[in-house]
């Protein structure tokens, strides 16, 4: 039973407008919510995170939303550039913060067009 | 510091056979960690370590594999009679404890082939 669940496994936009990619969870025991991305023949790298405590957290281009009543989160990408072509995890973890065991979602693929 | 790093980058092996992996984390993250990744799914967790200690272990993680951090540096994973099945991306992170704000910090990964 997958515990964090993206249910686009692909998502494409146009250059300069707005991605968003979804992210639901079933354990409300999550309390610590990251996204990471993840280019062909790398490791996934850190993005972006939010702790339940808050209900967005923004950095630079990004900006993540976390809905906890609706088990719910996003990732928003403003404005979108080619370079944001990657697969995009979504991941949870019920460690505070501390990140003993983070799970993961199944990624979606995110394709920018010039 | 170069950050995370895995050693090889690539194996092939065949059925039956022991292999072992290295991940050399970032010099100054107290917390190590094993994921497995195969085809079209998200990393799954297998084991992490905070300095040598063994902290937690997944289901997945059958007793063919064993993990370890003897001098809470660098780390080995083993997988003992290797299976098909073992064929994934395994991929090593390093991170400070705690470490709310900035995440893992992943290597490139391992990527092993039974045959």
């Known amino acids: 039973d997958q515990q964090v669940k993206q249910n686009s496994p692909s998502l494409s936009v146009q250059e300069g407008r707005i991605s968003i990619l979804n992210c639901d969870y079933t354990n409300s025991m999550f309390d610590y919510f990251l996204w990471y991305k993840k280019y062909p023949a790398e490791g996934p790298t850190f993005l972006i995170s939010i702790s339940s405590i808050k209900d967005k957290n923004e950095d630079g281009r990004f900006t993540v939303f976390l809905n906890k009543s609706a088990k719910h989160l996003s990732l928003h990408i403003v404005p979108s550039q080619p370079g944001d072509s990657a697969v995009y995890f979504c991941?949870?973890?019920?460690?505070?913060?501390?990140?003993?065991?983070?799970?993961f979602g199944k990624g979606t693929k995110l394709s920018v067009k010039p | 510091d170069t950050g995370v790093s895995q050693n090889p980058r690539h194996k092939i092996t065949k059925r039956g056979q022991n292999v072992t992996f290295r991940c050399d984390p970032i010099?100054?993250?107290?917390?190590l960690y094993w994921y497995r990744q195969t085809l079209g799914q998200g990393p799954e967790f297998l084991t992490y370590?905070?300095?040598?200690?063994?902290?937690?272990k997944s289901r997945l993680l059958s007793d063919r594999f064993s993990a370890e951090r003897p001098k809470g540096s660098f780390s080995t994973l083993e997988i003992q009679r290797t299976e098909q099945g073992d064929s994934a991306m395994y991929l090593c992170?390093?991170?400070?404890?705690?470490?709310?704000?900035?995440?893992?910090?992943f290597g490139s990964g391992t990527r092993l082939t039974v045959v």
């Open positions: 992170a390093s991170s400070f404890s705690p470490g709310e704000g900035y995440g893992y910090t």
């Open positions: 370590f905070q300095n040598e200690a063994q902290l937690e």
């Open positions: 010099s100054e993250h107290n917390r």
């Open positions: 991941a949870a973890s019920a460690g505070g913060g501390s990140q003993g065991n983070l799970i």
